[in-house]
């Protein structure tokens, strides 16, 4: 369940409506994620899976991590590994997650959370849940987006954004019946605290059972749907999906979403996650954790990190299990 709630949605900014000649955007294709393991065995479902890199641009991956309640001792993350040439967003619905870098970038996220790691010209960094959560266990859930970087931004400096799920933008449907956490992008005069090097929109959206979501979105962008939980229809034509599943949608002015009447009694509604960005349209070269334009830049790459220049370990760092042993 979403840790970000409003116990009185009237209270908010209201989704824009329509303009009477909008387009409203059907769908091209439907998707079912396959289920997978990452980093030291945590679960995840690779939601762009079997979807054309053209249909997804400027975005280039992601994963749902989890929903899973980890048994004490469960709990995995993933080792120090390298990232060239694009940024990575880890948005935490339920649970906690520590990162840190090479380059000085760090924290803790839980609850509505997102860390923006802009990888750029290249650094190192790790991903964990935090030592009280491995000894304890309970629920981690999450996501996890790659976005591109176009050519002339692969060589920027590494900066990493904390985003706290307070700073989210809030708003609902004209309706009342959904409720929007604008993460990165503008909805209406809603804005997500995040600042993009490409842009584009990111949003998640909880649709009460029964209630319809007409979401305004640039004609420029792409549309993508993914649901995080839940049932309903995506487009104008309503096409059924559900959980863990991809929406791919055509041109248009506008996203239609809507949740079945009857839900799982688990769930407070239909959970989705809406992207949209401006495509990049440039050569992609990708192998690994480097995403560049050509071969060349990703054998330089795995070359620089080899030889040690994308960063090293931070000597302060404490792998788990270290935590306290400190008796001489």
Same mark, same amino acid.
């Given at each position: 369940? @979403?840790?970000?709630?409003?116990?009185? /949605?009237?209270?908010?900014? $209201? =989704?824009?409506?329509?303009? @009477?000649?909008?387009?409203? $955007?059907?769908v091209r294709q439907v998707t079912t994620a396959p289920s997978g393991h990452e980093g030291e065995g945590f679960p995840v479902r690779r939601a762009f899976a079997g979807v054309d890199m053209r249909?997804?641009? &400027?975005?280039? !991956?992601?994963?749902?991590?989890?929903?899973?309640?980890?048994?004490?001792?469960?709990?995995?993350?993933?080792?120090?590994?390298?990232?060239? #040439?694009?940024? *990575?967003?880890?948005?935490?619905?339920?649970?906690?997650?520590? !990162?840190?870098?090479?380059?000085? #970038?760090?924290?803790?996220?839980?609850?509505?959370?997102? +860390?923006?790691?802009?990888?750029?010209?290249?650094?190192?960094?790790?991903? $964990? &849940?935090?030592?009280?959560?491995?000894?304890?266990?309970?629920?981690?859930?999450?996501?996890?987006?790659?976005?591109?970087?176009?050519?002339?931004?692969?060589? /920027?400096? @590494?900066?990493? +954004?904390?985003?706290?799920?307070?700073?989210?933008?809030?708003?609902?449907?004209?309706?009342?019946?959904?409720?929007?956490?604008?993460?990165?992008?503008?909805? #209406?005069?809603?804005?997500?605290? #995040?600042?993009?090097?490409?842009?584009?929109?990111?949003?998640?959206?909880?649709?009460?059972?029964?209630? +319809?979501?007409?979401?305004?979105?640039?004609?420029?962008?792409?549309?993508?749907?993914?649901?995080?939980?839940?049932?309903?229809? /995506?487009? $104008?034509?309503?096409?059924?999906?559900?959980t863990g599943q991809l929406a791919v949608f055509g041109p248009g002015d506008l996203i239609t979403v809507s949740g079945n009447t009857s839900q799982e009694s688990r769930l407070p509604g239909l959970? /989705?996650?809406?992207?949209?960005?401006?495509?990049?349209?440039?050569?992609?070269?990708?192998?690994?954790?480097? =995403?560049?334009?050509?071969?060349?830049?990703?054998?330089?790459?795995?070359?620089?990190? +080899?030889?040690?220049?994308?960063?090293?370990?931070?000597?302060?760092? =404490?792998?788990?299990?270290?935590?306290?042993?400190? *008796? &001489?």
């Amino acid at each position: 369940m @979403p840790a970000v709630t409003v116990s009185d /949605v009237t209270t908010l900014p $209201r =989704v824009p409506e329509p303009g @009477p000649t909008d387009l409203d $955007r059907g769908v091209r294709q439907v998707t079912t994620a396959p289920s997978g393991h990452e980093g030291e065995g945590f679960p995840v479902r690779r939601a762009f899976a079997g979807v054309d890199m053209r249909d997804l641009d &400027p975005f280039l !991956h992601m994963d749902q991590m989890g929903e899973v309640e980890y048994a004490p001792g469960e709990p995995k993350g993933t080792d120090w590994h390298p990232h060239r #040439g694009f940024e *990575t967003v880890t948005y935490i619905i339920d649970g906690t997650f520590e !990162h840190g870098d090479s380059h000085g #970038g760090g924290g803790t996220i839980t609850n509505g959370d997102t +860390q923006w790691m802009t990888a750029g010209s290249g650094l190192l960094h790790i991903e $964990r &849940p935090p030592e009280a959560l491995v000894r304890s266990g309970g629920l981690f859930h999450g996501l996890q987006l790659w976005v591109n970087l176009p050519r002339k931004d692969k060589w /920027v400096e @590494p900066k990493y +954004q904390d985003l706290r799920a307070a700073e989210a933008g809030l708003l609902t449907s004209s309706d009342g019946g959904a409720l929007l956490r604008v993460i990165a992008g503008d909805v #209406g005069a809603v804005s997500g605290p #995040g600042a993009t090097n490409t842009p584009m929109a990111m949003v998640h959206a909880t649709i009460s059972p029964g209630a +319809q979501l007409r979401l305004p979105w640039p004609r420029e962008y792409n549309a993508l749907v993914y649901v995080l939980s839940g049932a309903g229809t /995506v487009g $104008r034509d309503g096409q059924p999906i559900h959980t863990g599943q991809l929406a791919v949608f055509g041109p248009g002015d506008l996203i239609t979403v809507s949740g079945n009447t009857s839900q799982e009694s688990r769930l407070p509604g239909l959970d /989705v996650v809406i992207l949209g960005g401006l495509p990049i349209r440039e050569p992609v070269a990708w192998a690994g954790p480097f =995403v560049m334009n050509t071969r060349e830049e990703v054998m330089t790459a795995f070359e620089d990190y +080899q030889r040690g220049r994308l960063g090293v370990i931070p000597a302060n760092y =404490v792998p788990h299990g270290s935590l306290g042993n400190t *008796t &001489p």
